[in-house]
Nanobody
Framework: QVQLVESGGGSVQTGGSLRLSCGASGNEYNTYCLGWFRQAPGKEREWVAS???????THTDSVKGRFTISRDNAQKTLYLQMSSLKPEDTAVYYCAARRTGGYCGGWRAPSEYPYWGQGTQVTVSS
């Protein structure tokens, strides 16, 4: 089992940058597939990116070239570096984990992740 806590959200203007962090506690962190999701007001939670235990990463098309997911297994921390932010990136961002080895880019539904952080707000103003 793993516990997750996000940090790093905030308010920025269009074109700005933020880095989200997700600290974890628990054992065998390096065996988990980790993901970032976001949920805008009135919308369903959507997958943003995921990274496998072997650092293979996948990003949704709308953030490719702007966001980068990464992980530090020694520090048990997941990151999402966000740049060139747009107002449509405004949402609560959540990190999530599932215990899956190998490639995990195909795990994109929220229901496929049993462990979640509490979320951090990102607001991008025009």
């Amino acid at each position: 089992q793993v516990q997750l806590v996000e940090s790093g959200g905030g308010s920025v203007q269009t074109g700005g940058s933020l880095r989200l962090s997700c600290g974890a506690s628990g054992n065998e962190y390096n065996t988990y597939c980790l993901g970032w999701f976001r949920q805008a007001p009135g919308k369903e939670r959507e997958w943003v990116a995921s990274i496998s235990s072997t650092d293979s990463s996948t990003h949704t098309d709308s953030v490719k070239g702007r966001f980068t997911i990464s992980r530090d297994n020694a520090q048990k921390t997941l990151y999402l570096q966000m740049s060139s932010l747009k107002p449509e990136d405004t949402a609560v961002y959540y990190c999530a984990a599932r215990r899956t080895g190998g490639y995990c880019g195909g795990w994109r539904a929220p229901s496929e992740y049993p462990y979640w952080g509490q979320g951090t707000q990102v607001t991008v103003s025009s």
